[in-house]
């Protein structure tokens, strides 16, 4: 625990002006994020007496070990770096919302030449037009199914279009009128679009204006005598409407805004959004968080501003935000929001009416939410302390395992050989710090090679962390030599410990506990392994399968944990997901073997000149008969890369004769074998449908 005083700036050096400032440990990383008007009066506040100071702010500045600042020239600068900055480094002591489910939008790919209509959740992709979201998916199908009357937009797969494509027969939804079947050239893409855009625009509240052109359509036909197209444009009306009762009318006034609320106690908060579009409620979502600082209400608005906002433009930002509390001060945000609409967006408190009437619903779903998740979150706690201190207590470890890594080897029959961590911290999965490795030191199926191999790979690279960052103290010995890091030990997509620079960094933080699939010889070499690297203040077990035994270092007979005991669960639960994530990557790296061609072997050639060779050529035969100069005319081919590539393909011997599988029949041209055939005698890929013996094979 660092003393704040120890990294407190000089007097006269923090500066009284607009900027951003970030508390980092003593590992360089980025532990908090905060905004000023005043940075000389706000970071002040931090460095008076402890006892004066918030317990979460207490903790927040005795783990940080330094203070280090960036001077804006106004607030709303300073509000747009705060969130660029939380978003890159994730403070663990900043605000920080999590969604308590992922959210289903219904989404038009505008990006598309013909456009489809879908169900999406998660990042949203630049060219799609969202509405929502919802509170789930089967509402977006009910509303869709009534459009598609009157909106007949494409909504199948690229491959069930490209099929109808081939084929020139549409699907279903083309044969009963729900879909305009551009597919097959019913409607041109103009056409399509056109359709694309109204349900669009219906789907954005502008529904009076079309539903009056129907009527009016509908009065004309049937003064024509033109009875039959009148009465389906009575059921296209009828089916408007009926989709728009879904969503019940809530402000008269065709008003766009969205509605917030936060319930709050000393430790959580939880935050409701209603967005109402047209005067009707067109999505709902909600958010819940740990107070890990001193915030106010307003605070809380304000960081979930930008998290709900941080990544809209344009007509995705209301012309009008209710919240319960405004920050202070509330000008900034009020121009970043504007900035980030294109126009002015009106952020206030409502005092009376439908809307403050409103705000009360959204305050109740609020409340709901937060009771919910503390009468959940509060077993949850209690059954991963419980589960911890058991695996310490049956350890004999001095403390809980705050931090565990458990390793498993897969392969399939000595074939593709890899290797997975999982990390859990607090009991909880840490996605963003899971690592795959593959076995690079021998050949073959040696389960116990392989997991020495592993776990020296991944403590060198802990140990070349410490001496690069300084932390290595031992004098004596250096530490092993650092590397670069191959692709297949680099970190997923997530939140990953961070480096000097309060990036992230790969293999920084050393568990407490390691976990190896398998038994006494696996944990013999995970120990073996970390004794060569003089680790010896990391707790190793493993965990075999038969009979759920805990194995440790140079114990004759394992820890035998009670069936029902959470400690035994969690220790199951890690090894299932380092199982898990092994099968996962040996699957993928043998798919890719089995669809590896010659051409994949050539260096500097990527998937879209092989693309362009192949459609060029036709086959990888006529490519490996063709000269320099034919492959030179491939666009993009030069004349360096045309010598690679027949030297590559002269190099590469020919494929065994390819077989029909249906008929037994041996196909001339090997590479042009087309789907349903195989070439010479290769083992079969085991798949979802492979029998239980097969994929017991995977280990």
């Not at 859990?424 to 030191?441: A, S, V």
């Amino acid at each position: 625990m660092a003393d704040p005083s120890s990294y407190r700036p000089k007097p006269g050096q923090i500066p009284d002006s607009p900027g951003v400032y970030k508390f980092r440990d003593e590992h360089r990383r980025v532990i908090y994020v905060g905004k000023a008007k005043s940075l000389r009066q706000r970071l002040a506040s931090y460095f008076q007496d402890l006892a004066n100071l918030h317990p979460r702010t207490r903790t927040m500045v005795t783990t940080a070990a330094s203070v280090e600042w960036t001077v804006v020239s106004t607030e709303v600068e300073a509000l747009q770096l705060e969130y660029s900055w939380i978003k890159e480094y994730d403070p663990r002591f900043n605000v920080k919302y999590r969604d308590d489910k992922s959210y289903p939008h219904l989404a038009v790919t505008m990006n598309e030449e013909f456009p489809r209509v879908q169900v999406m959740r998660g990042a949203k992709k630049k060219g799609v037009r969202y509405f929502g979201p919802y509170g789930h998916a089967w509402a977006i199908r009910d509303t869709v199914d009534l459009l598609l009357r009157v909106f007949p937009v494409r909504t199948c797969s690229a491959g069930v279009f490209k099929n109808a494509s081939r084929t020139g027969r549409p699907c279903l939804l083309g044969y009963i009128g729900k879909c305009s079947a551009p597919c097959v050239g019913r409607i041109t893409p103009e056409e399509h679009r056109g359709l694309a855009e109204e349900f669009c625009d219906f789907m954005a509240g502008r529904t009076g204006t079309y539903i009056r052109r129907q009527e009016q359509q509908m009065a004309e036909a049937a003064e024509e005598m033109e009875y039959e197209r009148a009465a389906r444009l009575r059921d296209d009306i009828e089916a408007l409407k009926k989709a728009m009762e879904k969503s019940a009318v809530v402000l008269a006034d065709a008003t766009d805004a969205d509605l917030m609320a936060v319930a709050e106690d000393e430790l959580e908060a939880a935050v409701q959004i209603f967005h109402v579009r047209g005067g009707r409620v067109r999505g709902q979502r909600g958010w819940v968080t740990d107070k890990v600082e001193a915030v106010t209400t307003g605070d809380l608005v304000e960081h979930a501003l930008q998290q709900l906002y941080g990544e809209e433009t344009g007509d995705s930002v209301p012309k009008e935000v209710l919240v319960p509390a405004l920050p202070e001060p509330v000008e900034p945000v009020q121009e970043w929001l504007a900035a980030r609409r294109g126009s002015n967006v009106s952020l206030r408190i409502p005092q009376r009416g439908d809307k403050k009437a409103l705000m009360e619903t959204v305050q109740r779903n609020a409340l709901q939410a937060l009771a919910l998740h503390k009468t959940r979150r509060a077993s949850d706690l209690t059954t991963r302390s419980r589960a911890l201190e058991e695996i310490a207590e049956a350890l004999g470890l001095d403390s809980a395992p705050l931090r565990i890594e458990c390793y498993d080897i897969s392969h399939l029959q000595g074939d593709d050989v890899v290797a997975s961590m999982v990390v859990f911290e607090d009991g909880l999965q840490r996605k963003g710090e899971y690592r795959r490795f593959q076995i690079k030191g021998f050949a073959g199926q040696d389960d116990v090679r392989s997991m020495h191999e592993v776990i020296t790979r991944r403590f060198r690279r802990h140990l070349a962390e410490k001496e690069r960052t300084g932390e290595w103290t031992d004098g004596g010995d250096a530490a092993p030599e650092a590397a670069e890091t191959p692709a297949d030990e680099a970190p997923l997509a997530g939140n990953t410990p961070q480096g000097d620079d309060g990036r992230p960094k790969r293999f920084a933080y050393p568990p407490q506990l390691v976990v190896v699939d398998g038994g006494r010889p696996q944990v013999a070499a995970a120990r073996r392994a970390l004794d060569e690297l003089g680790i010896d203040d990391i707790a190793v077990c493993g965990l075999a399968k038969r009979l759920e035994e805990v194995w440790l270092p140079d114990e004759d007979d394992p820890v035998v944990l009670p069936r029902s005991s959470e400690g035994l669960y969690l220790l199951q639960r890690v090894r299932d997901e380092a199982h898990r994530f092994a099968i996962t990557y040996q699957r993928v790296k043998r798919a890719k073997r089995f669809r590896s061609g010659p051409l994949d072997d050539v260096p500097g050639l990527g998937e879209s000149r092989r693309q362009a060779l192949i459609k060029h050529f036709g086959s990888v035969k006529r490519l490996r008969s063709a000269t320099i100069d034919q492959i030179c005319e491939v666009p993009g081919v030069g004349r360096k890369t045309a010598e690679t590539i027949a030297a590559a393909l002269a190099q590469a011997a020919p494929a065994a004769p390819a077989v029909n599988t249906a008929t037994g029949e041996i196909m001339e041209d090997d590479e042009d074998a087309a789907p349903g055939t195989t070439a010479g005698p290769a083992e079969e890929p085991v798949t979802a449908g492979a029998s239980d013996e097969r994929r017991g094979q995977e280990t």
